[in-house]
């Protein structure tokens, strides 16, 4: 059906009447994506079959990624990209009247992940895909995701996202497949043949059903499968609960992503989705080995199981008590298994999110994998005090079980052979603060992956006409092997070139900006400097820096009439989760600044800000290739490594930032004189954390600015917002300024500063827009998946 335009035109026509009931002329939109999709599903089976076949019979590993989020964005462009149909399709919806870019459209955002761990498993499956390597997804089918933001005065309103409205296209539901999951019960236990033998029983179970979707490779016939879990009610309910109140229960698990967990009915759903997410996976992953496999002490040999942070973790406890409960091993043995299956990356330095859950709470949920991990932790506890005899604080703060508290990250760590951060500088941390202890104990586990992002997402897809040039000026082969993208360096002062890139950049902000007009109702100048901050709404990324940086100048300008910078667009997108109050103020005050200086006809020439709703994968599409200055502004040592800073750095956006994360990466690559670092560096500011000596009223009583901004924030500067912002005051003064927002100031404002004189030198900006494309093909998740393969899965 896609073998020439002819033939598509003709399979195309006849599909949609037949799938929708309606004549050609009479079809939507909706009916035409639907049909295309049905069509590219179709193409690929032959190859999706084969795929799985080749992977079950050969000598070769899977590996299985299992993650609580896939940010996979839309699929159907992707998808003709990857197949190398893209031209031929539309150029034949062309003949037929069709505009691809609305079937696109037409498509709705796969409500599967939240932010940057969940659009990394995304590329790293189609990495895995376009490598040929079998390397399959499991996560779970999320009703309606995190949820969707509206702006309501200023204010972020959640709604439940309805991705699933108009049904999956690339979905095949596989009831048959589906798998039993217990909570609650009790655990009883008898021996054996000097052997202890566990059942569980009084269990309330829920069923897994299987949804698969293809992961099609690029220019190869490998496709993938990401094998997403929905939760139905079981054959057989608990006779003493109410049957709607199950249904609800059991629906609930499946339904929304990352559920507030305030109250401990949320922490015990929490619980449940990751449970769930684990229980079906390995029942899966062990259903399909041993179609081909009698042996299951030969596991890790063609398995490969990866956890993506700590959602995963009870895949350790989990695949201990198969090997042990159903499959009759000893403890040795099975223990053996499961650390040389099992890895683990680490996405995370903050405290607050390594996850830890009470055994009050945990316990009577799980009762036969609570009583495996009291066992693993006595185990590691005695190995500990083996090596350690009488360093009880040593072995107390290694412990997978302690204070009440069940900690992932501890249970993930003993339980994998491979612990992996995201950036060299993350790894570091991890190695030399966080996880010292954990280094110490096991050296030859932890190592460093830099995470990677997509190109053909992200450049093929998102920038064809940057992709066109590219080829144009360097060959076609740095598709296929992105370091190549090095050879762009001898073309960054060729002044044809510099013309051509600054004219598509030009084009794309020109894009965006009427997108930003049709959206916001905001006037945006497409010759102004667009500086973006695109991100999951946090303290510790400073959004509030960038904002209280607009808010200075914005004073200067009142202050000066003959201040005047050049014209800068502030682009900010961001969902603040639901119960994190503080992030929802700093949207607020995004929104009242830009009341602001929007209108006010001193600077509405000037300084313009935009917050554009309900940040997702297809709107960062439209956003980054239009982007000049990338905001990475995070407090230094608390980003794990950010993948939108490559994405931005792809596109020939140069960064602003800090020395955190892969920024220390990317300046190495780029060279200093090609970003813009500034602040305090990861170690000024753990000396801070670990001696003290930082008083965020100096710099309020120290700064005028700083004092202005902050003392606007209560003063009735804003009139709209009564008493909102004391929040925000009280957090960088009463509470010290937890990320030094205050001590970075007067530096992000020079960079800042800096950044807009180098952007008015056209040939010298250009340079250094060229010198980013060119080194960013590093950060290829191609790159990042080729050494897991070789370094940690052993494929």
């Keep these: 059906m896609f073998q020439n335009k002819r033939a598509f035109k003709a399979a195309f026509s006849q599909r949609l009447e037949q799938s929708s009931g309606l004549s050609f002329e009479h079809s939507t939109p909706q009916h035409q994506y639907h049909t295309l999709g049905m069509m590219v599903r179709e193409y690929v089976s032959t190859n999706w079959i084969a795929s799985n076949e080749d992977s079950r019979k050969g000598d070769h590993k899977e590996v299985y990624y299992l993650s609580i989020e896939f940010l996979l964005g839309r699929l159907l462009v992707s998808s003709l990209v990857n ?144 094998r997403l879990w929905g939760a139905e009610p079981a054959k057989h309910f608990p006779p003493h609960k109410d049957y709607m109140q199950y249904k609800r229960d059991t629906e609930q698990i499946s339904e929304f992503l990352y559920p507030d967990d305030m109250s401990d009915d949320g922490k015990i759903l929490r619980l449940k989705q990751q449970y769930f997410l684990v229980r079906a996976s390995l029942e899966s992953i062990l259903r399909d080995y041993k179609e081909d496999h009698e042996d299951l002490t030969e596991l890790h040999e063609h398995v490969a199981i990866h956890i993506n942070d700590t959602h995963p973790a009870l895949a350790v406890p989990e695949l201990m008590r198969v090997l042990m409960d159903e499959e009759g091993m000893g403890w040795e043995e099975a223990w053996s298994i499961v650390t040389e299956t099992i890895s683990y990356t680490n996405h995370t330095i903050l405290s607050e999110a390594l996850e830890k859950w009470s055994i009050d709470l945990f316990r009577p949920l799980f009762p036969r994998i609570y009583l ?138 020109r894009v965006l900006a009427d997108l930003i007009y049709e959206k916001n109702g905001i006037k945006v100048n497409p010759d102004s400097i667009f500086d973006v901050q695109i991100k999951r709404l946090h303290a510790y990324k400073r959004q509030l820096l960038n904002i209280m940086h607009v808010m200075h100048l914005y004073n200067r300008m009142k202050e000066d009439s003959s201040f005047k910078p050049h014209p800068q667009t502030f682009i900010f997108g961001a969902k603040a989760a639901p119960g994190y109050h ?32 309900n940040y997702r994968v297809s709107l960062a599409e439209k956003i980054i290739p239009a982007t000049n200055i990338s905001e990475q502004i995070s407090t230094a040592s608390k980003e794990a490594s950010g993948t939108g800073n490559m ?90 300024d937890q990320y030094f927002l205050l001590k970075d100031f007067d530096a992000y404002v020079r960079a800042q500063e800096k950044a807009s004189e180098a952007y008015q030198d056209r040939k010298r900006w250009l340079t250094s827009s060229i010198h980013n494309i060119a ?17 940690i899965w052993k494929l």
């Excluded at 090095?486 to 002044?495: E, G, Q, S, V």
């Excluded at 600044?593 to 020439?605: E, I, T």
């Excluded at 590093?778 to 790159?783: E, Q």
Aim: one cysteine or more.
């Design 647 to 736: 994405k931005f750095m792809m596109n020939g956006a140069l960064t602003l930032g800090t020395l955190d994360g892969a920024n220390v990466e990317i300046e190495e690559l780029t060279g200093p004189e090609h970003i813009f670092i500034f602040g305090l560096t990861a170690q000024e500011v753990m000396k801070y954390e670990k001696h003290g000596g930082y008083h965020s009223y100096d710099y309020y009583h120290g700064d005028p600015r700083i004092k202005k901004i902050i003392d606007q924030f209560t003063s009735g500067f804003f009139p709209d917002t009564f008493y909102d912002f004391e929040m925000i005051s009280d957090s960088l003064l009463m509470e010290n």
């Design 582 to 613: 503080y992030a929802k103020k700093v949207i607020k005050l995004i929104h009242s600044v830009a009341n602001l200086v929007n209108d006010d006809p001193v600077s509405k020439d000037y300084l313009t800000v935009v917050f554009l709703e």
């Design 372 to 509: 495996i991990i009291e066992e693993i932790n006595k185990r590691f506890c005695e190995e500990l005090w083996e090596t350690y005899p009488g360093d009880w604080d040593r072995i107390e703060s290694m412990a997978v079980i302690a204070h009440g508290f069940v900690k992932m990250a501890h249970l993930s760590i003993v339980g994998s052979h491979s612990i992996n951060g995201v950036a060299r500088l993350h790894t570091e941390i991890l190695k030399m603060r966080e996880m010292k202890n954990f280094h110490e104990f096991y050296p030859d586990r932890f190592n460093n992956k830099t995470n990677g992002i997509t190109h053909r997402r992200w450049l093929f897809q998102a920038n064809p006409e940057l992709t066109n040039a590219i080829n144009h000026a360097i060959g076609t082969n740095w598709m296929k092997d992105t370091e190549k993208l090095n050879d762009l360096i001898k073309h960054a002062d060729d002044a044809s070139f510099q013309y051509e890139i600054d004219q598509i950049k030009h084009d794309k902000k």
């Design 775 to 791: 080194r960013s093909g590093y950060f290829s998740s191609d790159r990042t998946i080729q050494q897991y393969a070789d370094e």
């Design 83 to 226: 197949l190398g149909v893209k031209d031929l399709v539309e150029e034949g919806l062309t003949e037929l009247g069709i505009n691809l870019s609305d079937l696109e459209e037409a498509e709705a955002d796969a409500g599967l992940g939240n932010g940057g761990l969940g659009r990394l498993a995304a590329c790293f499956l189609d990495s895995m895909a376009s490598l040929s390597m079998a390397g399959h997804g499991h996560g779970i089918r999320y009703k309606h995701g995190l949820f969707e933001q509206k702006i309501v005065n200023g204010y972020q309103v959640e709604l439940p996202e309805q991705w699933l409205r108009n049904g999956n296209v690339w979905e095949v539901r596989k009831t048959d497949l589906a798998v039993e999951v217990p909570y609650w019960g009790e655990v009883k236990w008898t021996e054996k043949n000097g052997q202890m033998i566990f059942t569980h029983e009084k269990a309330e179970t829920v069923l897994a059903v299987p949804y698969d979707m293809p992961i099609i490779g690029y220019d190869t016939n490998r496709v993938n499968t990401l």
